[in-house]
């Protein structure tokens, strides 16, 4: 079954940078898309970027494009996300996400993974 499992939140200070993991399986990687979200307290989800199985395409939030990258190791099966430049408003619960076709919508993602922790604070 398709598993999904995030590593690499923690605690970090404004300017900061952090590196977010996704191992993914139970899938075929070549197709669909994985997508980063994230949610804080009392407010909905939102989405952060993606990356196509396809062809790598990528998407980012406005909020994200210039200080967070989207990749992905096709070898070991894990998509990556790079933070830099961490701001208060990016404290969230940071998931990520299976699509089985390029989608940027929230709603077409329909496996999930637990979730970490991402808390940028001095």
């Known amino acids: 079954q398709?598993?999904?499992v995030e590593s690499g939140g923690g605690l970090v200070q404004p300017g900061g940078s952090l590196r977010?993991?996704?191992a993914a399986s139970g899938f075929?990687?070549?197709?669909?898309?994985?997508?980063?979200?994230?949610?804080?307290p009392g407010t909905e989800r939102e989405g952060v970027s993606c990356i196509s199985g396809e062809d790598g395409g990528t998407y980012y939030a406005d909020f994200a494009k210039g200080r967070?990258?989207?990749?992905?190791d096709n070898a070991k099966k894990m998509v990556f996300l790079e933070m830099s430049r961490l701001k208060p408003e990016d404290t969230a619960v940071?998931?990520?996400?299976?699509?089985?076709?390029?989608s940027t919508r929230?709603?077409?993602?329909?496996y999930w993974g637990q979730g970490t922790q991402v808390t940028v604070s001095s």
């Open 2 to 4: 398709v598993q999904l």
């Open 94 to 102: 940071y998931s990520c996400a299976l699509s089985t076709g390029w």
């Open 20 to 22: 977010l993991s996704c």
């Open 106 to 110: 929230t709603s077409a993602y329909k």
């Open 28 to 40: 075929d990687w070549d197709y669909g898309a994985i997508g980063w979200f994230r949610q804080a």
């Open 68 to 72: 967070f990258t989207i990749s992905r």
